[in-house]
């Protein structure tokens, strides 16, 4: 029942509407300040945090809907330090704050470390989600992949005591050329109630994806090996049902079924990078089968909010994810014995862990605030060749157990001093196997690399006047060398897993100083950070084997944000993220080398006007601009772009309906990733151009 203490605090805003549902007036009175971060495990505020910290409300999930239905995009719109959005699904490059992302729902891992196939960032469709947490900068408080930040999706709770039901659909059609093979269409369905003790809310999704035409009309190049998002289905099945045992104790599971399957409408053409001519697609069914994204999280959690005095979670998840890729005539997929000249891969990575933490917040007179847990996690990882059955990264489990203390101590109203530290231990378990032909089929012997480490982080905030405050901070993130990768690569015989894997983690330091400014009517903030590596991780060959290099990384970036109310209705908001970083490639202890396009974003402004002129109309205009970067490699020097956006809400007699326009200028344009990241000519893409979204929302 809605009227039993919350087990989390939450802003309480409707979410089974549209964006045009949600007004300014709607969520004038909440501050963001005041919310209590889910992901810090501490119920640290926003304005206590000595890191930078986003939430991104459902208003701006919806407004940004209404424009893109891609995760990836609608956080690059967002968070500036997020690279910017590939358009595929495969999200390699982007990075954030230059380092790598662990996302979560709800608090539940979906990236895959253990072989990075660089498909993490679709693992759920985003109408399932209230809200998104960031936390920019390394963090250790969730485990292993958070080197440069966590976005953890916080999804949809039953906020009503009576059955409400929303549907809504959704059509994008480019603007120039009205082709049938590039429409897309979307339809949502959700139901919320409760019943005494009990609530309930159930949300499906399915959309089909078109092809994306480009500024000039022609077909953008379809990816064919690494997996699509347009020409694609894809659909999500979530289901949350919570039960309060008392007022204070609460159990909840949550179920999210996801599935983006490519339709092989169209195959990719190669470009020529060299003359500026770019990868296409034609009309034709790709060789093998279809590249997909498959995942389901399962959590079950329970929440004791006065046990003796203390706050107690305690969290149990599965998570069950698949990878297929498209065909590659890769040579290590060739076996000439065999006739074998292509294949394709998949990955399949199985997560089972708990998570469990107790707060006592009111020690020392109120002051101190204490939170103790342990995390438990079991990763078993694979990688097949799916058209022949073989085995081409081989089953490896990775069992890590980490306790973990935090400590929140106010010696006056001011200051805020926050410390903790996290002990990790981890174990990879590899049994003897056989690589395939293209690496001459030796036998590799199995092994238990494991590594025990402790992180720590510490930060303070001080509050200079209640409206302006300063804040420190420094704090660990540990992450893993691409195992599946080294292990796969193996040609030389007598080769043992103890000694191929080098488990040392991949520790970053993260050093921020920033200052945070909440007079109305605007609020302004801006910090500068760095953040190295003395272990960073690089694979090269040598001698004929695949190793991990450790080699050094720094990394140094500054972000500001600035949001002025003009009033009521009208609101202004500017971030902007500099970013610059170096590695040591030649062993000298010295960073010496540019980062690329793999590894840091462009420094990048993004500007918006969102607007309520009655109590009808809303409108939403933003501006993304991503700025010129040099590289050492001059192939890979990037041209910026600026892409403009705009959507209007309109309130009818019967539900909402809005219209939105992306890239309303059709910039022409090739996207970061195909300029800086890669130089081949199959992978040279151009980004979308101009689209046309209707949308249609009712609630009964």
Known sequence: MLSKKPYTAIILLPFALSASQITLADTESVSLDELVIQTSRSNTKKEDSPQVITVITRQQIEEQLSISSDSSQVLSNLLPAYAPNTQKLNDSSQSFRGRSVLYMIDGVPQSNPLRDGSRAAHTIDLAMVERIEVIHGASAIHGLGATGGIINFITKSNR????????????????????????????????????????????????????????????????????????????????????????????????????????????????????????SSIKSTPRGLAPYNDVQTTSLSYTDSDLDGMEFKAQVFHQDFEGRYGVSESRSFQDASNGITFDQSQNQSEKIGAKFSLTKDDLLDNNLSVTAGLDLLQDTTSQTLILTNRTYVPETEYTNYAPFVQFEYRPTDRLVLQAGARYEHAKLDVDTYQTVAANNNVTVNGGTPSFSDTVYNAGAVFKITRAVSVFANYSQGFGMPDVGRVLRGVNKAGQDVDTLIDLSPIVTDNYEVGFRVNRHPYDFELSYYESNSELGSRIEAVNGLYVVKREKKEIQGAEASLGFQLNKDHRLQASYSFIQGKSDTDGDGKVDTKLTGSDISPN????????????????????????????????????????????????????????????????????????????????YFKGRGRTLTLAYGLDF
């Open 604 to 683: 990048r402004l993004v500007t918006s006007w969102n607007a309520r002129w009655n109590e009808k109309l809303s409108s939403l205009l933003q501006i993304n601009h991503a700025f010129d970067r040099s590289f050492d490699d001059d192939e890979l020097k990037f041209d910026g772009y600026t892409l403009v956006d705009a959507s209007v809400g309109y309130k009818l007699p019967v539900g909402k309906m809005s219209v939105a326009v992306a890239n309303v200028f059709n910039e022409d344009y090739f996207t970061y990733y195909s300029q800086s990241s890669v130089k081949t000519d199959d992978l």
């Open 160 to 279: 009503s005591n009576e059955l409400k039901q929303h549907i809504d659909v959704q059509l994008t059609t480019p603007t120039d050329e009205l082709k049938s093979d590039s429409l897309a269409y979307k339809i949502g369905y959700q139901v919320e109630g409760s019943q005494d003790n009990f609530d309930y809310l159930v949300g499906l999704t399915n959309e089909v994806q078109g092809i994306y035409l480009d500024a000039d009309g022609n077909y953008v190049g379809s990816d064919s090996t690494r997996g699509e998002t347009m020409d694609s289905k894809s659909y999500d099945a979530f289901v949350k049902l919570g039960y309060w045992l008392t007022d204070d104790k609460r159990l909840e599971l949550e179920v999210n079924k996801y599935r983006l399957k490519g339709r092989m409408n169209f195959t990719g053409v190669n470009g020529d990078r060299a003359n500026g001519v770019p990868t």
